[in-house]
């Protein structure tokens, strides 16, 4: 089954009950049993919900593992599968992460004694310095989060099996239907559903998934022993999300390619970081791992000042917090996104006060184009 089929067929399908085509909501918090302790494979929906079951069947089926889970949000995923380690154990964390992630590490995680350090892993070689012999796993976003430096995932997983270290993948900015980490050897894929998994900015959501079946084991234990669980209406919206996953991300791309050839000969752009540009560092990485490049680009102004007059002059790109949907958002990182990040380390990431980082949508490429030419004349 190929790519948009199993969008449309993959997972648990209708209802085999009345031969509804959509899967039910099943508004439910608990299930009639017929004796104790024999229920019909249901008994509390924090532990499982119909609903919430077809979504997680679908993303492992989509992502290639043996199982997913579906939790309230994207940082929820993220905090369960930390949760996966202990008091003493180091973790290694891409420099270039999701502010939110940052900071869940640095005020939350830290403080039950787990170590981490923040390296570019794009350099494999920056990565296997920063193993100690505490060290227990890898966590990597690629492209990142705003600054699309791409991870070699195939030499990561390599490094993470060569030390025993449990090996794991942000596939948001992606999705299953460009990048599949859990066939370059990770063990446990996440995403924020919340973009373009759900792709239309009405869901808040998050999606884990792993492996093998020893991991299923471990991650259903802590999401229902933590609790925090998708509820069956916003399930139900990321699976009508997900048929037009294929659709959608092909449009995000292929306005993102215009998009970002614009920006890079436009005068009044220091610079793009968008890894479909030949002239991005990792082009070549990034073409040999994913099927595409995504639609996701920032770009740098000369100032603050300029980031700012641009964002006011924009029609069709809206600014707002989140990405990866249907339409085209915009953004300062350094004031928004990642701004829980302390100013001298943003600095020294590159995630300048001029840095504007844009999610492109599915509009026409040429009313956005002329947007943002409108826009850059005004500077």
């Not at 992460?97 to 920056?126: A, C, K, M, P």
């Not at 989060?145 to 090996?167: G, I, M, R, Y």
């Not at 829980?340 to 840095?355: C, D, H, K, M, V």
């Amino acid at each position: 089954m190929r790519a948009k089929t199993r969008l449309i067929h993959g997972g648990i399908m209708g209802d085999p009950h009345t031969g509804a085509v959509s899967v039910p909501i099943y508004q439910t918090s608990t299930y009639k049993q017929d004796g104790v302790g024999q229920h019909r494979g249901y008994e509390y929906s924090r532990t499982g919900n119909p609903t919430r079951s077809a979504l997680e069947q679908m993303m492992a089926e989509i992502e290639g593992g043996t199982a997913g889970f579906a939790f309230s949000s994207g940082l929820a995923a993220i905090t369960t599968v930390l949760s996966l380690f202990s008091q003493g154990d180091h973790l290694i964390f891409t420099d270039d992460v999701y502010g939110g992630t940052y900071r869940l590490v640095h005020q939350v995680l830290n403080r039950f004694g787990i170590e981490t350090t923040f390296v570019d892993t794009s350099s494999i070689e920056e990565t296997e310095k920063a193993i100690q012999a505490n060290t227990r796993g890898i966590y990597v976003e690629t492209p990142t989060n705003p600054l699309l430096k791409v991870t070699d995932l195939q030499k990561t997983a390599a490094l993470a099996e060569a030390h025993s270290l449990l090996f794991i993948v942000d596939n948001t900015f992606l999705t299953p239907y460009w990048q599949l980490p859990l066939e370059k050897g990770a063990h446990i894929v996440l995403h924020s559903a919340t973009k373009y998994l759900g792709g239309h900015s009405d869901v808040v959501a998050g999606i884990v998934v792993v492996k093998t079946p020893e991991l299923a084991d471990k991650i259903h234990f802590l999401q229902n022993a933590m609790g925090g669980v998708l509820g069956p209406q916003d399930a139900w919206l990321l699976l009508r999300g997900s048929k037009t996953l294929g659709l959608r991300m092909e449009e995000h791309e292929k306005n993102a390619q215009i998009i970002a050839h614009f920006l890079s000969q436009h005068p009044q752009i220091e610079r793009v970081y968008y890894p479909g540009l030949p002239s991005h560092p990792h082009h070549s990485l990034a073409s040999q791992q994913a099927k595409g490049f995504g639609g996701m680009i920032s770009f740098a102004v000369k100032s603050e000042k300029k980031a700012l007059e641009l964002i006011d002059s924009l029609r069709y790109f809206t600014l707002a917090e989140s990405l990866g949907a249907v339409e085209s958002l915009i953004s300062l990182p350094a004031r928004m996104t990642h701004a829980s990040i302390p100013e001298e380390r943003r600095n020294l990431l590159g995630i300048t006060p001029g840095l504007i980082r844009i999610s492109v949508g599915i509009e026409d490429a040429e009313d956005l184009i002329e947007d943002l030419e409108q826009g850059l004349a005004t500077l």
